[in-house]
Nanobody, 115 residues
Framework: QVQLVESGGGLVQAGGSLRLSCAASGSIFGIMAWYRQAPGKQRESVASITKSDTTNYADSVKGRFTISRDYTKNTAHLQMNGLKPEDTAVYYC???????????WGRGTQVTVSA
């Protein structure tokens, strides 16, 4: 059974940092990614990383966020620096099964950035 469990969210002041983690289990994953959804807005892609460590970022987070993977622990991380109030959202981990290409989602973790 595939499980994605996010952790690391919380409340932080503008300019602060948080590190999100996604512990994945139950399969081998190709692309792992972070998405976010703010109240009243659609879910959007934040960052992604392939099995060969190729990364991609939304323009709004480039230079502030860094995605990484720990293959020994099947975990993806999102280091978020220079946080802004507009980064406030529920952050979701997404992982795609390497063989079946099936996407899976975590339950999300709340990130709140105060001004």
């Amino acid at each position: 059974q595939v499980q994605l469990v996010e952790s690391g969210g919380g409340l932080v002041q503008a300019g602060g940092s948080l590190r999100l983690s996604c512990a994945a289990s139950g399969s081998i994953f190709g692309i792992m990614a972070w998405y976010r959804q703010a109240p009243g807005k659609q879910r959007e892609s934040v960052a992604s990383i392939t099995k060969s460590d190729t990364t991609n970022y939304a323009d709004s987070v480039k230079g502030r966020f860094t995605i990484s993977r720990d293959y020994t622990k099947n975990t993806a991380h999102l280091q978020m620096n220079g946080l802004k109030p507009e980064d406030t959202a529920v952050y979701y981990c997404n992982a795609v099964d390497y063989f079946k290409q099936t996407p899976y989602w975590g339950r999300g973790t709340q990130v709140t950035v105060s001004a």
